[in-house]
């Protein structure tokens, strides 16, 4: 941790100034110290953006002007949520205050959210501030408040590395078959609707490779029909906006069908939807339909509820991601870091660090998003050691643009060159092929012909 040599006063301040001046660190990598600004007072209704950065792990992150490190500066902070009634203070451990001293900052702390809350507005719970001592303490009651348990935190991380595990079985159908079968109760609605925003992160991000790969396991999924029955049959694509609110009211009154209907069809129910449901709404209350318009407006509201209630437990999962991107920069061995956190890796957080390496480009912080492209490029190798031998050949002979190179190489990969090698690659050509990848496919034939000679060259009956 950095050593801090001049702690800032915790003074009341504005919510457009609540950074504390010069606050002097010390680098841990290469001892160099400079003047870092930290936040200390955060109003969520005031300022929205510095909940958002402090839940993403960005607030109060110091980069070293020499080397580049990113240090976490432990400050003591007070958060106020006045829509919750919610007044948390973190007075870090490491501090090592005393009861007095702990007692003195938290009053200075409160004071100066009490001074930026106008007379009226100040009710009991300001008398009585939440303490708590570790960041994360503090993050935890902050979802909480949001609605976002830790157990929804930890159900939302088992759903993901369910969907890790299934999206590894595509191509080997008896082992994804026994998978779906092993965990046939965990995919409900609430997996599906992962599925989709996660699909929807992956398509945001630019990854549409794994945006398809997501789609297709997901209607894979759907042809299963013990899973197919426990939900409701899609939307059909084109279908028209007054038969899917038809579809969408004969639900409405039960929310656990309601919030299958909205995570099945979430890809549908973007902003036309709504639109066109609001304008629907309106023009029945035009024409003096009011029972009509109270229908749709309850319908829009328990829609919007079920999809922010599917999406807060993801954004939180998010969060946590963040932090752990975070924690990767700010440590002086970064790839140690990696190894020690490489099985919390998923497509969600791959997602996620590749976002935050498009923030930082958009920002113009070329030195940050160097780095976060270091931590990516890090992890895919890491991830590639632990390949199958098969898979890394696989991906070397993809990598390959001429066809001799690729031959001299089935000739040095002899010990593979068996079914197992030409079952992933049939697998893969199919993939490419359901995703509409027609030169990927083409390129894949292609190399298993190759696989196919080497194998006969080599003494080993080809498959047909």
Known sequence: MSQILRPGAAGARSHMDSAVPGVQIRCPRCQTPYIAEVINVIDARLAPQLKTALLAGYLNRAVCPSCGAVTAISMPLVYHDPEKELLLVLVPTELGLSAQQQERLVGGLVQAIMSQTPPEQRKGYFLRPQTVLTLQR???????????????????????????????????????????????????????????????????????????????????????????????????????????????????????????????????????????????????????????????????????????????????????????????????????????HLAEVDTLFLNTLTRAIDEARGQGDIQRSARLREVHDTILSLLAEAMPPELKLVNRLLSLESSDERKALLAESGALLGENLLALVDALQSEFASQGRREAARRIARIREEIAEASAVGGQEPSP
């Open 138 to 340: 503090l993050i935890e009651l902050i979802l909480e408040a949001d609605g976002v348990t830790s157990e929804m935190i930890e159900a939302q991380k088992r759903r993901l590395r369910l969907l890790e595990d299934l999206l590894g079985a595509v191509g080997d159908e008896e082992r994804l078959a026994a998978l779906i079968e092993a965990h046939r109760s965990d995919l409900d609605y609430s997996f599906f609707a992962t599925v989709t925003a996660v699909m929807q992160e992956a398509a945001a991000s630019g990854d549409t490779q794994d945006a398809a790969r997501l789609e297709a396991l997901r209607e894979r999924l759907l042809q299963d029909p013990g899973l197919a029955s426990r939900l409701p049959a899609p939307l059909p694509p084109g279908i028209s906006l007054d038969e899917a609110v038809d579809r969408l009211l004969a639900v409405a009154d039960d929310a656990a069908a309601l919030a299958a209907m909205a995570a099945i069809n979430r890809p549908l129910l973007g902003y036309t939807f709504f639109q066109g449901l609001t304008e629907e709404m309106e023009r029945a209350r035009s024409t003096g339909d009011t029972a009509r318009a109270s229908q749709l407006a309850t319908l829009r509201s328990r829609l919007l509820e079920a999809i922010d209630e599917q999406d807060r437990a993801l954004r939180a999962a998010q969060e946590q991601d963040r932090q752990l991107i975070e924690e990767i920069l700010g440590s002086p061995d970064r790839e140690a870091a990696i190894r020690d």
